[in-house]
């Protein structure tokens, strides 16, 4: 099993549609959790930390629930420019692998208009 | 532009010839990360440093693989008697602390023909 696991899509939504990606995780020496974007073909950007408290940036919110090991990313309002891979990211929490990220598969979002 | 710089963008070479890929981290970030994306997967994680040190290499890192970063700023990955399978993005990253995000290069992407 996979130490992160997401549902690699393709999730195909109409512009202004909210979409809904989930991500679980096995590794429990994983203490946090980031959303990053990927263009075709480009590098992996930061989007957002994810927090248990959940967190928000304008049309996105990410959750996590350390209980179920499970994270969420909720984009309202989809935009064109939204289309991109979403990759669900654990950060290891100690020992020598400290700092070391996990990624899942990514998510493929394409927003049409 | 401050950000994660790696070269060649591209490399295209015959199986069996060795590649050396560079890596210049922001400036202020001692800790600095390999990674290897393969198409529909999410990245790898290959070796890390902190400053000049080596603290981790994945199984992933097989003996033709040597990662070092002599003086703590730039990082060098190298690959000896490249493989077909060796066939990947070579992704650079860097942090200014172990719980920090990280920030990535624009990749090498290898091609072994």
């Known amino acids: 099993r996979k130490e992160v696991e997401q549902d690699p899509g393709p999730f195909n939504v109409p512009e202004g549609a909210t979409v809904a990606f989930n991500c679980t995780y096995s590794n429990s020496a994983s203490q946090s959790f980031f959303w990053y974007r990927q263009d075709c073909r480009k590098e992996p950007k930061l989007l957002m930390s994810?927090?248990?408290s959940g967190n928000e940036d304008g049309r996105f919110t990410a959750q996590l629930n350390r209980a179920s090991q499970y994270i969420s990313l909720l984009i309202r309002d989809s935009k064109l420019s939204d289309s991109a891979t979403y990759l669900c990211v654990g950060l290891n929490a100690g020992g020598t692998s400290y700092g070391k990220l996990t990624f899942g598969q990514g998510t493929i979002l394409t927003v049409h208009p | 532009d401050t950000g994660v710089s790696q070269n060649p963008r591209h490399k295209i070479t015959k199986r069996g010839q060795n590649v050396t890929f560079r890596c210049d981290p922001i400036?202020?970030?001692?800790?600095l990360y390999w990674y290897r994306q393969t198409l529909g997967q999410g990245p790898e994680f290959l070796t890390y440093f902190q400053n000049e040190a080596q603290l981790e290499k994945s199984r992933l890192l097989s003996d033709r693989f040597s990662a070092e970063r002599p003086k703590g700023s730039f990082s060098t990955l190298e690959i000896q008697r490249t493989e077909q399978g060796d066939s990947a993005m070579y992704l650079c990253?860097?942090?200014?602390?172990?719980?920090?995000?990280?920030?990535f290069g624009d990749g090498t992407r290898l091609s072994i023909l």
């Open positions: 994810v927090y248990s």
């Open positions: 990253a860097s942090s200014s602390d172990a719980n920090q995000p990280q920030h």
């Open positions: 400036s202020e970030h001692n800790r």
